[in-house]
């Protein structure tokens, strides 16, 4: 690897390669303008089943599956053709990632964009899969921020040079690697005598980590599960296996996925008889 030396002021002449490179760019802001579209349900969701998307998806199906009135409309937002560059959705969101939410439960919407916050917003409308207050709370929302905080190291630190980018270097897949079996080993530790993430009750919590962490130890993020060792993570494996296995979970993987097998791709969600009519090996050849 030939050594770099930084230039004095850094400028952007050309894509920095690797998968995302086409929509990679370092300014902000709309490339062209697309309005969204908008369904019949008080909230209206712009995703994509990325780990950060199906956070969202899964607590929509929870809500559902628990009796609660939050049916919402999900809307694929296309990442590689750059949907999230649209004027609409950067009206939404002006950080251009998903998932995004339209709020239209008031007098006027609400746009809720970073998926903690969506989650939280949701969980204290319904009253749902958090504590009211209290210690109980607090840890809930140490365990969400951990998780938005470590999750870059994940995805765009481990992922990107582990799986994405154009070269395989070894320092910086060594780097990444070390701390993501750190946050493993964080999670294994306090797995240990936890049934959930945040004590005895499913929470938010679990949602968020288990999008990234659950989906890595089960082999469907980067491929990397041997080469992370995750079946030593005894505990992370018995939560991650035992939230896979939760109906609204399944549901909310389904959401906005447009990669896979096409009974698990429901690249829009409507209502709940979307599940069973509107999956791609059923309407695909239709589009």
Not at 92 to 103: E, F, G, R, T, Y
Not at 164 to 187: C, G, H, N, S, W
């Amino acid at each position: 690897m030939t050594e770099y030396t930084p230039p004095k002021v850094w400028k952007w002449e050309q894509e920095s390669g690797g998968k995302f490179a086409s929509i990679n760019r370092p300014i902000a802001g709309a490339t062209h303008d697309k309005e969204l579209p908008v369904g019949d349900h008080p909230y209206q969701l712009y995703s994509l089943a990325t780990p950060n998307g199906i956070k969202t998806t899964i607590m929509f199906e929870e809500l559902l599956a628990a009796g609660h009135a939050a049916e919402y409309d999900a809307w694929l937002i296309n990442i590689q053709e750059g949907d999230q560059f649209g004027s609409g959705f950067v009206e939404v969101n002006p950080n251009s990632k998903i998932p995004a939410l339209h709020d239209h439960t008031g007098d006027a919407p609400v746009r809720v964009f970073e998926s903690a916050s969506i989650l939280l917003h949701l969980a204290d409308q319904f009253g749902a899969f958090i504590p009211a207050d209290g210690p109980a709370r607090t840890e809930v929302m140490n365990w969400l921020f951990w998780q938005m905080g470590s999750a870059p190291y994940l995805g765009g630190g481990f992922g990107h040079f582990y799986a994405y980018a154009p070269e395989k270097f070894e320092y910086p897949i060594d780097r990444f690697a070390m701390e993501t079996k750190r946050q493993l080993d964080v999670l294994d530790r306090q797995l240990a005598n936890n049934t959930y993430i945040a004590g005895d009750d499913y929470s938010i919590a679990d949602m968020a980590i288990w999008s990234w962490y659950g989906g890595l130890v089960l082999g469907r993020l980067y491929d990397a599960a041997e080469f992370l060792d995750v079946t030593s993570y005894k505990n992370v494996m018995r939560w991650a296996e035992a939230i896979d296995a939760r109906p609204a979970v399944k549901r909310g993987r389904m959401v906005n996925k447009s990669w896979g097998e096409a009974a698990e791709q429901l690249r829009e969600r409507h209502n709940a008889a979307d599940f069973d009519t509107q999956t791609w090996d059923k309407i695909g050849d239709d589009q």
